[in-house]
């Protein structure tokens, strides 16, 4: 499935696999992420893609993390097409201006805008301006700010825009996914909206299908007891394949609001809703009582007055004779 695909009504849930810097700087790791990824049944994978020295003050911790852990340029390129060959569509954060102008030669699938990055308004009205679609997640920010990046991406003119809902602890515990959100988001800003998964397991994504996500991106990882990165929030190969195959099932579960009946079970409401049938054989002329008129399960070619005409037979006259078990018409009653 093609992201852009995804802003039709009828598209189904798009599934991002999001690798971030789980690759911990090497491209061979990042390759088998890919790979897992594709076999898992996602339709994107997405990068982290941060110069550190431009974006981090050196004694943050996040320094520590995007410097030890980056692909450079030429190798985040290597990986897009890696993606391309497995069928799966690539894409990345982008951590300032110049990268993202990089990048988008690349021709990602989209450009995300991490939480981190939400109110940092030059780069959501730069990632807008490429006439790509726009996914940003809506972490730490409170409505306003959630207004003011929505205003900015559209007066740059962005082509398709999209909100993930996410809460911006790691892990998250279940209290605090706010699932509900993802629904308001899309109402509010009349956009698909989705969920960016923190919490552990694979529980969540699927009951954020059933609150309308139109995307989720969950992270993947090779070994999740690897210390530090995403690693513990992270799912492994097989668990991620797990999450999928749950997603699927959920958006076909999902449904419509109004309650109606599939043909089959049409036929099954004529096997085993209840009609009337009288309990012995009957002779023309016998009055109808509590005693001899039943409630039965048919046999689905008998005919069978439905059961609400109960109370509006009894004491009726029999028209003509009717055998044990049989259903009663109204051609039987006088």
């Avoid at 070619?301 to 028209?319: C, F, N, R, T």
Wanted: net charge negative; aromatic share 6%.
């Amino acid at each position: 499935m093609k992201l852009i695909d995804m802003f039709s009504d009828a598209a189904p849930i798009y599934v991002i696999a999001e690798i971030g810097v789980n690759h911990e700087g090497s491209v061979e790791a990042c390759a088998k992420l890919i790979d897992a990824a594709a076999d898992a049944g996602a339709d994107a994978m997405k990068l982290q893609t941060i110069d550190a020295d431009r974006s981090y003050h050196p004694e943050t911790e996040s320094y520590a993390i995007f410097s030890g852990a980056a692909l450079t340029l030429e190798e985040t390129a290597q990986m897009f097409e890696y993606a391309r060959s497995r069928q799966i569509e690539p894409m990345t954060t982008s951590g300032d201006p110049l990268t993202l102008e990089w990048l988008d030669r690349l021709e990602p699938a989209a450009h995300k805008i991490s939480s981190g990055l939400l109110t940092c308004t030059p780069m959501v009205k730069a990632a807008s301006q490429t006439g790509r679609p726009v996914l940003m997640s809506t972490g730490m920010a409170e409505v306003a700010q959630i207004d003011h990046a929505v205003n900015s991406a559209r007066d740059s003119g962005v082509a398709h825009l999209g909100l993930f809902q996410c809460t911006s602890l790691y892990p998250c515990p279940p209290e605090q996914l706010s699932l509900e959100t993802i629904a308001w988001l899309s109402n509010r800003y009349g956009v698909p909206a989705g969920f960016s998964d923190h919490s552990v397991g694979v529980l969540a994504a699927s009951l954020a299908a059933s609150h309308g996500a139109r995307f989720v991106e969950k992270h993947i990882s090779l070994d999740t007891s690897q210390p530090g990165f995403d690693h513990r929030l992270s799912l492994e190969p097989d668990d991620f394949a797990k999450m999928v195959e749950g997603l699927r099932f959920a958006e076909q579960a999902k449904g419509q609001a109004e309650k109606t009946l599939t043909e089959t079970e049409s036929q099954n409401a004529r096997k085993y809703h209840r009609r009337l049938a009288v309990r012995r054989d009957m002779a023309a002329g016998e009055v109808l009582t509590r005693e001899d008129v039943l409630l039965m399960r048919l046999l689905p070619q008998h005919e069978g007055m439905p059961s609400d005409s109960y109370e509006d037979i009894l004491g009726k006259v029999l028209a003509r004779p009717v055998k044990q078990h049989t259903g009663l018409v109204s051609a039987d009653v006088e």
